[in-house]
């Protein structure tokens, strides 16, 4: 069965810190991976990975893909505030519908 | 990102009338639209794929008699809860996939909607 792992569950930091997500998976026929920032409401798009060991950046938060590790990271620096959400990490397969398979999420709690 | 947008954003209802939630992509055409339900604290389960002209394909465990999906049109998908019970409470999320090469892959998310069965 395919399943996508995320850790940890929740965490809570200071402004100003690091934080690095995990997200492992399981998937037949792996196709990309992807990472969504939700706050109050529907998940926004971050990342989208679908090769090893290219880092892709946005501002604060990074992320990259180990394909042999079946795995991922999420890193932010200098955490904010408004940081703080859910993050889901999800997992494309191959096929003609491009179903995600979703993690269960990190929440993130940064506090001032 | 592309827009996809949600009606209504909220709804209370009394138990067994149905409802009927609507998706649409406003900036391209969605061949293939997903449902989504998010229960408190959990993550997102994937309830259908909705494809335009076509019945839609329900995920395991997910009853296709009560939970009605019509895609008629490239920028409209709706869902409609039949005969709703408390259990059926949950937040309902739809999306849709990215319409350029290369973002294919990436679903882009409507703002959902809050169900309520009282």
């Known amino acids: 069965e395919d399943k996508v792992v995320q850790s940890p569950l929740s965490l809570v930091v200071h402004e100003g810190d690091t934080v690095t997500l995990n997200c492992s998976y399981e998937v037949t026929n792996f196709r990309s991976l992807l990472w969504y920032k939700q706050e109050k409401k529907a998940p926004t798009f971050l990342f989208m990975l679908t090769s090893s060991g290219i880092e892709k950046k946005s501002g604060r938060l990074s992320s990259i893909l180990d394909k042999k590790e079946l795995s991922s990271i999420l890193n932010i620096t200098a955490t904010q505030t408004g940081d703080s959400a859910i993050y889901l990490c999800a997992v494309a397969r191959g096929g003609a519908t491009n179903k995600l398979i979703f993690g269960t999420g990190t929440l993130l709690a940064v506090q001032p | 990102g592309a827009v996809v947008s949600q009606h209504p954003s909220w709804v209370i209802c009394k138990s067994g009338t149905s409802v009927k939630i609507e998706c649409r992509s406003l900036?391209?055409?969605?061949?293939?639209m997903f449902w989504y339900r998010q229960f408190p604290k959990q993550s997102l389960m994937l309830m259908a794929t909705s494809n335009e002209g076509s019945k839609a394909t329900y995920e395991q465990g997910v009853e296709k008699d009560k939970f009605l999906i019509n895609h008629a049109s490239l920028t409209l998908s709706t869902l409609t809860v039949t005969s709703a019970h408390p259990e059926d409470s949950s937040f309902y999320i739809c999306?849709?996939?990215?319409?350029?090469?290369?973002?294919?892959?990436?679903?882009?998310f409507g703002p959902g909607t809050r169900l309520l069965v009282l």
């Open positions: 999306s849709s996939r990215g319409p350029l090469r290369g973002t294919q892959e990436t679903q882009y």
């Open positions: 900036d391209f055409q969605a061949t293939t």
